[in-house]
């Protein structure tokens, strides 16, 4: 028996072992069958070079299959990640359609709530959540004090809040 017969039924008696180990880190039987069909010709390569002969052959291979395993593996890992930046360029900054519905439904609420406001009510709210007006200027404007300026605001949002509070988003 030839020492090339011998290293071939060493494969073959480990070869679905072998499979079995590589599965596992590579993520696919098709590609760990690539990985021992590759160990198998680095290990017959190795094994005709080598001047002395091989003490733990099956281990040898077992070792082979694991580095050839893990460089595929990551080798995939960086076929699969996208380049820098990709990631932002793809993310849409526009809400799902699902999103703008309830939101279009949440507007026509607050419009509502809005309406049913007394003016001088509705107009203090305008001033300072629409128009970014402090809470003086709002007084200065409506001819208010700035504590009924900051009172008027806040039964805005309250009474807003209690038109939203039965909405389910």
């Given at each position: 028996m030839t020492y090339d017969s011998v290293r071939l039924d060493l494969f073959l008696a480990h070869r679905s072992a072998l499979i079995d180990y590589a599965q596992p880190i590579v993520g696919c039987r098709a590609r760990a069958e690539d990985v021992v069909q590759e160990?198998?010709?680095?290990?017959a390569a190795a094994t005709e070079r080598a001047d002395d002969t091989i003490l733990q052959p099956v281990?040898?291979?077992?070792?082979?299959?694991r580095n050839l395993a893990l460089d595929w593996a990551r080798h995939l890992a960086q076929e699969d990640r996208p380049p820098p930046g990709a990631m932002e360029r793809l993310a849409s900054a526009a809400p799902s359609p699902e999103q703008a519905t309830v939101d279009r439904d949440q507007l026509r609420i607050v419009i509502a709530a809005l309406d049913?406001?007394?003016?001088?009510?509705?107009?203090?709210?305008?001033?300072?959540?629409?128009?970014?007006?402090t809470f003086p200027a709002i007084a200065r404007q409506l001819g208010i004090s700035v504590g009924l300026a900051h009172r008027l605001v806040k039964d805005a949002l309250t009474?807003?809040?209690?038109?939203l509070g039965g909405f389910e988003s």
């Open positions: 160990a198998y010709l680095r290990f281990g040898y291979l077992y070792r082979i299959v049913e406001l007394p003016p001088r009510t509705r107009r203090a709210f305008e001033l300072n959540r629409l128009q970014g007006e009474h807003c809040a209690d038109r």
